[in-house]
């Protein structure tokens, strides 16, 4: 009933810069948290921002300083700006979302199919 769809990875080069948008939808009731993750070929999943409901923002020490995590609050949007891309950056990044739908009575956990990034020369 809700779907999450990452858009927005490629290839770039090192020092380059690439937005990620996730684009949640559905019958959405509201959103709480909504996160960014990456994987990486033999790595496990690891946490890379969070933006609360209110727009607070937590992030990897791995890429502070380098990375935004935003939203759209109107469209349910969220976004990953990632500046200063190093080839370690280089996975499968997938957005992630704690939504209560309108036939849930309960939040709980979504998330998009990823979006490949390839960082490298």
């Known amino acids: 009933q809700v779907h999450l769809v990452e858009s927005g990875g490629g290839l770039v080069q090192p020092g380059g810069s690439l937005r990620l948008s996730c684009a949640a939808s559905?019958?959405?009731?509201?959103?709480?948290?909504m996160n960014w993750y990456r994987q990486a070929p033999g790595k496990q999943r690891d946490l890379v921002a969070v933006?609360?409901?209110?727009?607070?923002?937590h992030y990897a020490d791995s890429v502070k300083g380098r990375f935004t995590i935003s939203r759209d609050y109107a469209v349910n949007t969220l976004y990953l700006q990632m500046n200063s891309l190093k080839p370690e950056d280089t996975a499968r990044y997938y957005c992630?979302?704690?939504?209560?739908?309108?036939?849930?009575?309960?939040?709980?956990?979504?998330w998009g199919q990823g979006t490949e990034v390839n960082v490298s020369s």
């Open positions: 559905g019958s959405i009731f509201s959103v709480n948290d």
């Open positions: 933006i609360n409901s209110s727009g607070g923002e």
């Open positions: 992630n979302a704690i939504i209560k739908a309108y036939r849930s009575a309960n939040y709980e956990s979504y």
